[in-house]
């Protein structure tokens, strides 16, 4: 039997690529995501928050712009800076911190909400990974995720990426996270529903070449791969541009463009999956070790004397108000009954 890889050499070399170029030049571009992911998993104010793999805080500022209470974990000190910076400037008290998505540094059940888009499932450790969302969320809480699908644009670099410049071990594609059928996988027992809706985003560029340009600068794992190849780079070029060129061409003839032609805006649509999960209280017990985070949410008028929220910072006038905004008898962001 082979030996298992040695994923720490994998963590090292990933952390040299990601802090090549500049991914918020990239992210940027897909901050919508973040927004309708926070959507999708209802992103209530006062609630517990984490962004896993937060690269330049798309998500956790999403999440923040609804007065959650949020931290972002990554392991690139260069990008957490980068949000650190994005969050004050929209005067956000947003808590970043350096981290491992494969050993979360907090206890279990500490987030009402765990999140990531684009970022945990380019983890080595696939299992472990999803085993550590699952840890650090509260039975009854909610994991929502932005992945790459195999078959999108996106998925495509990374397959060509991949042939010309392969990882140092052999490991499960990330784009395998952008599949139902893996997600289950992964979560398997560990959550009370499953809802996998595919999405598309949108990057808009004046020419393929333009794009190339751009993430060759930018976007770290095209940039370090460019560099690997050497003189076979320009074989990658343009088996990418080609890739571009399909998908810009498919794009604009739906959409009755003539393509090409200077001055000419391409735009390429690009697949992702959007998951949320509903944690199952039993499953996180067991993976905890531990019993679960607190009683069982309570329905309308149970009569309970405090609100959850309350037993965390104070903030049961918080509760009280978002309830009366509601509609409620209950605290929106705690699901549960005062």
């Known amino acids: 039997m082979a030996d298992a890889p040695d994923l720490s050499v994998v963590k090292q070399v990933q952390q040299h690529i990601w802090s090549e170029g500049d991914f918020a030049m990239v992210g940027t571009m897909f901050q919508g995501v973040s927004e309708n992911l926070c959507e999708a998993v209802d992103v209530w104010p006062g609630q517990r928050v984490l962004d896993v793999a937060c690269g ?64 945990a499932m380019f983890a080595p450790d696939q299992r472990r990974t999803a085993a550590e969302l699952l840890r650090v969320c509260r039975s009854g809480g909610r994991i929502g995720m932005g ?5 999108g644009f996106v998925g495509q670099m990374f397959a060509i990426v991949a042939k010309h410049a392969p990882p140092p071990v052999k490991l499960d594609p990330p784009p395998l996270w ?16 499953l809802e996998v809706h595919e999405r598309v985003g949108t990057m808009r560029f004046h020419t393929p070449e333009d794009w190339l340009q751009y993430f060759r600068t930018w976007f770290g794992p095209t940039k370090v791969a460019f560099a690997r190849v050497g003189s076979e780079g320009e074989v990658v070029l343009g ?31 690009v697949p992702y999956d959007s998951g949320a999960a509903r944690i199952l209280p039993d499953a996180i017990s067991a993976r905890a070790g531990r019993g679960a985070r607190g009683p069982a949410p309570a329905s309308p008028g149970a009569g309970r004397a405090r609100w959850r929220c309350g037993r965390r910072g104070g903030r049961a006038a918080r509760c009280r108000a978002a309830a009366r905004r509601a509609g409620r008898a209950r605290c929106p962001p705690c699901r549960r009954g005062r």
Do not use: K
Not at 181 to 188: I, S
Not at 252 to 269: F, K, L, N, P
């Open 147 to 151: 992945n790459w699908t195999p078959e």
């Open 239 to 269: 088996q990418l541009r080609a890739a571009g060129c399909i998908a810009l061409e498919r794009e604009q003839a739906e959409a009755g463009a003539e393509v090409g032609g200077s001055g000419c805006m391409h735009r390429v649509h």
């Open 56 to 119: 330049s805080g798309n998500t956790t500022i999403a999440a923040g712009r609804r007065f959650a209470d949020c931290v972002g974990v990554d392991y690139v000190p260069a990008l957490l800076e980068r949000a650190r910076e994005r969050a004050a400037a929209e005067r956000l008290e947003i808590e970043f911190r350096e981290g491992d998505a494969e050993a979360l540094p907090f206890p279990d059940a500490s987030f009402d909400v765990v999140l990531s888009t684009f970022g």
């Open 178 to 193: 952008g599949t139902e059928a893996r997600l289950r996988e992964l979560f398997d027992g560990g959550v009370s529903a």
